[in-house]
């Protein structure tokens, strides 16, 4: 028996992922990090190993009341998300923040390549995130 | 130099709830960044429920 719950992602970029998490409130000491992958544990005692890892103690919430969070990196370079699946409304809710984060990150980046800078950034009424970006 | 001169562009970008993005006004500068997102936007959808244990 397991409460993992594995999510897939199209999650490619390691440092927009951490930036994503960051901006969720999950940084410094409370993200681990390896490439050979870390050990997570759920309720259960159910093993699953991952390379980016948010321990139990640290998830806010729901999210955090039996199992610890990972994301697992897969063969075709994309991250999976391996979480509690024990509160589905909860996991959802918090997907979609980092999938929203992750995509704001994504966009700072590849603009920033090309000489774009962000100004100005705000949350609207509609959940979306309104961002100027502006080239020098 | 005024600071007007050394500006080149400004774009406005909508990043939504469900991580798609909308470009105000598509520069041909921002076809890359829409490439990138289109390649790198994170969907999600469940795989299993319950993974074998490793």
Known sequence: MSHFTRVKTSIRDLECLLSALKAMGYEGGKVEQSDKGITIQDYYGSKQKAQVVIRKANLKGEMGRWSDLGFARKEDGTFELIADGFYPDTLESWTSELTQQYALGVVVKTTGYQGYLPVEQQKLQDGSIRLVMRQW | ?54
């Open chain 2, 1 to 54: 130099m005024e600071l007007e001169d050394i500006l080149k562009g400004e774009v406005e970008i909508f990043i939504n709830p469900d991580g798609s993005v909308t470009f105000a006004d598509l520069a041909k500068d921002m076809l890359p960044v829409a490439d990138a997102l289109g390649k790198v936007g994170g969907q999600f959808c469940k795989t299993s429920d319950k993974p074998d244990e490793k």
